[in-house]
């Protein structure tokens, strides 16, 4: 990483980017202000990142954080809403179509039979199991394709894995 001097006469620190070393550049006015600001904010109100550093004060404070998110993450409903804004995301990113999609629905709609190896989907198998549900973009997403009903199809984790970003006609 290249760097410089301090811009203050007679300073000799490094400076990365800023054109000040990190001491002048507490002492910049602005900077100042954020300073004050900040420190008068109230002290009944912890940040999350203040919370986290509360807790990781304590002896057991990794088990309590790994509890609270195992138990926010073993609730289904959070599980799949997760995953369904993840698929939004990557859509909404790469600029195609994107409608509100239930996976449930879709599994149900294509009777639970896998469209690219024709086999059941078992309901009972969860992921990581290679021969869970998972929902398939008929055409990709990266390909242009959109993410709705019209696209999306039921199929084994496994098989879509191994699709990956192919178009099968």
């Known amino acids: ?4 001097h301090c811009q203050i006469e007679g300073c000799n620190r490094k400076h990365y980017g800023r054109g000040l070393c990190n001491m002048h550049y507490q ?7 954020r300073r004050k600001e900040y420190a008068q904010t109230p002290k009944g109100k912890l940040s999350i990142k203040e919370t986290l550093i509360k807790y990781m004060k304590k002896p057991d404070a990794k088990e309590i954080i790994k509890k609270a998110q195992q138990k926010y993450m073993s609730k289904p409903e959070i599980k799949k809403a997760l995953a369904d804004n993840s698929r939004k995301r990557r ?10 999609v239930n996976s449930q629905k879709v599994f149900e709609r294509d ?9 059941k989907i078992d309901k009972k198998l969860k992921f990581p199991s290679h021969f869970s ?17 019209e ?16 178009v099968y006609a």
């Not at 696209?151 to 192919?166: E, G, P, T, V």
């Open 1 to 4: 990483m290249k760097y410089t």
């Open 27 to 33: 002492r910049e006015p602005d900077v100042l202000k």
């Open 91 to 100: 859509a909404t990113k790469k600029e195609v179509f994107v409608e509100s």
């Open 111 to 119: 009777k639970w039979i896998c469209h690219i190896c024709k086999e």
């Open 133 to 149: 549900a998972s929902i398939d973009h008929v055409i990709p997403i990266s390909k242009g394709g959109a993410h709705s009903y």
């Open 151 to 166: 696209n999306i199809r039921a199929a084994h984790y496994i098989c879509n894995l191994r699709k990956s970003a192919k």
